[in-house]
């Protein structure tokens, strides 16, 4: 499944915590969590700097910000609860149902994501952002491979009882007739299934080496 690296011009938009981070160029705001509820966007954000209570006034004297509240701060750290108006780039993540993993970057303004979904939804992911007028870069784009992902769900269920059952250990812990009775099948059926789905992977597995 593919993963998309890309940095978003949030400040640009109606990102008010973005706009803020703006203030502090220099500063890595990391957002360690987010969810909406019926106030706005409620999210936790880390910010690593001596000068913490600057940060908290800007916060506490912003308009866009419905809420905030100090959750640990010292010398070297502040950590912000806060409540603001769910902005676009939030928008355009639920609506494309692409996962987001945290923690969640900015700096000066810009968000730094990394999603992870099918072609398809990263597609309408970009093209969401496009049609709120996002400014946002690829940063990279990489392709993850399970080699699960070539059985079916039936191969797949029987593979992974087998490994949980100790099937495949050096020293079986789980008979093929065990397996089989587990599934309700015979133990024919059941060494036809587990052969298919090790035929797939082993044969993609040597693809490459036997393609030279």
């Not at 990102?15 to 909406?36: V, Y």
């Not at 993850?144 to 059952?165: C, H, K, N, V, W």
Request: aromatic share 8%.
């Amino acid at each position: 499944m593919p993963t998309i690296q890309l940095k978003i011009n949030a400040a640009a938009s109606d990102d008010c915590l973005a706009t803020l981070s703006t203030e502090f160029p220099d500063e890595e705001f990391k957002i360690l969590a987010s969810h909406t509820t019926a106030d706005g966007l409620l999210g936790i954000v880390e910010v690593r700097m001596s000068d913490g209570d600057t940060l908290v006034r800007q916060f506490d004297e912003s308009p866009e910000v419905c809420s905030s509240e100090v959750i640990h701060a010292d010398e070297r750290m502040v950590l912000i609860q806060y409540v603001i108006p769910i902005p676009d780039s939030y928008r355009v993540v639920r609506t494309s149902g692409v996962l987001v993993r945290f923690p969640v970057v900015m700096r000066d303004g810009w968000l730094f994501v990394e999603r992870t979904a099918s072609h398809e939804r990263l597609a309408q992911y970009t093209d969401e952002l496009e049609a709120v007028d996002m400014v946002y870069q690829i940063l990279s784009l990489t392709q993850s491979y399970d080699p699960i992902e070539l059985l079916t769900d039936r191969q797949q269920e029987f593979m992974t009882e087998a490994g949980a059952r100790g099937y495949y250990d050096t020293h079986r812990r789980c008979t093929l007739t065990e397996l089989a009775e587990s599934f309700a099948v015979t133990k024919s059926a059941a060494s036809r299934i587990l052969h298919r789905a090790e035929e797939r992977i082993i044969k993609d597995a040597l693809s490459d080496s036997m393609m030279l």
